[in-house]
């Protein structure tokens, strides 16, 4: 196989983009493709402090490398989860990563300072552990980027994340998921902005992108996330992907082009006020995150 | 050929020479799922692999908390 550009050997073929691509242009089609998903939702300004939501898995990795290589000034967080020997590594990963690109990469750890791992609620909540993961992670982030003055959190959701989430939320018709479900979601009092430019870059892709960069990252799944839905359908896209180049890029891009703003219009309200105990926004007595703690910390006195 | 597969991790013995295409269809692998790599090198679907090669398929699928970044009231 050739490269389409140079006409040299390839090192990858995309069945999406009818190409193949040399290790050159194939790093020179990933930086493309992140400046377009900037630039068309306008992700990320000149002068942001960008806070990279790091996990050690190649995503986080790529985007954090990607986006230093594009000139963006980006620091990394990473969310000690708990999760024993696998946790250990995935910072082993980030802080590997971190000193090699001389960046500045925070550390905020469940256990220490916030009294709880992510099996522990799990176990306290009888529910899914990616449930309690998602939702720390979404708070200690958002909470981080704002006393801490960043301007944008950046996460390494890709191009098949995105549709599998998508997927997740037809197949329930989960309305308000759908309305919020986009890649850039913008600052509102108590939130910090969000973005995703690896929304339109494969899964296949970064792990390919972190192979030719030699960014060594965190390659086995998380052993607490095997069987999930999340990863069922990302099985079921691939199987259409595999008959059909392009369905999953048609699937997502179109609902973000000419149906998100169906679900968006003309929704109700919900009245917002500060958790007394965190400050984030909620609706209720207290926030997820707040309420996730108090049961995952069993009450001894 | 040697074969390393992960998740889990393990090895098989797959007979060569043959093409990538090949091999991940003779393993069920969906190309869409995998990076197939020999040494530190990404091959194509179309690379022949020697008998004596030792290949990794390494899957791209992760799959943990969803999304993070879906801006929910906590």
């Known amino acids: 196989m050739k490269c389409r550009v ?60 990607l ?48 009294g709880f791992t992510v099996p522990e609620a799990a176990a306290a909540t009888r529910r899914a552990p990616c449930g309690a993961c998602g939702l720390s992670k979404r708070h200690v ?96 896209l691939n199987a259409l992907e595999l008959r059909s180049p392009g369905s999953k890029a048609a699937f997502l891009f179109g609902y973000l082009e000419r149906a998100h703003g169906s679900f968006t219009r003309g929704g109700p309200t919900v009245a917002l006020h500060p958790c007394p105990r965190c400050g984030t926004p909620t609706p209720g007595d207290e926030c997820a995150f707040c309420r996730l703690q108090h049961r995952a910390i069993p009450v001894t006195s | 050929m040697k074969v390393l597969l992960r998740n889990p991790r393990r090895e098989v013995e797959v007979p060569g020479p043959t093409t990538v295409g090949a091999l991940l269809a003779h393993l069920d692998c969906n190309p869409e799922s995998v990076l197939v790599i020999v040494g530190d090198e990404l091959v194509t679907h179309d690379a022949v692999l020697a008998d004596d090669a030792s290949v990794e398929i390494r899957p791209v699928i992760s799959g943990g908390a969803g999304d993070i970044a879906r801006g929910t009231p906590a």
């Open chain 1, 6 to 65: 140079c006409r040299g050997p390839a090192v990858i073929d995309l069945r999406r983009h009818n190409a193949n691509f040399c290790h050159e242009h194939f790093v020179a089609h990933c930086e493309e493709q992140v400046r377009r998903a900037v630039r068309h939702f306008a992700m990320l300004e000149p002068g942001d402090r960008v806070l990279v939501a790091v996990s050690g898995g190649k995503d986080s990795l790529a985007l954090w490398d």
């Open chain 1, 67 to 114: 986006l230093v290589r594009l000139g963006y000034a980006a620091d990394g967080l990473y969310v000690g989860l708990g999760i024993d020997r696998y946790s250990d590594e995935s910072l082993g990963h980030a802080r590997a990563f971190a000193t090699r690109r001389q960046l500045d990469l925070h550390v905020v750890d469940l256990a220490t300072d916030h």
């Open chain 1, 141 to 236: 982030f958002n909470r981080y980027a704002l006393d801490h003055g960043y301007d944008v959190v950046c996460t390494g959701h890709n191009l098949d994340d995105e549709a599998a989430v998508l997927l997740g939320n037809v197949l329930h018709w989960d309305l308000d998921s759908l309305a919020r479900q986009h890649p850039a979601l913008p600052a509102a009092p108590g939130f910090a902005r969000k973005v995703k430019p690896l929304y339109r870059l494969g899964e296949r892709e970064m792990a390919a992108y972190c192979v030719l960069e030699r960014i060594d990252y965190q390659v086995d799944e998380c052993p607490m996330a095997a069987g999930n839905r999340h990863l069922a359908y990302k099985e079921s």
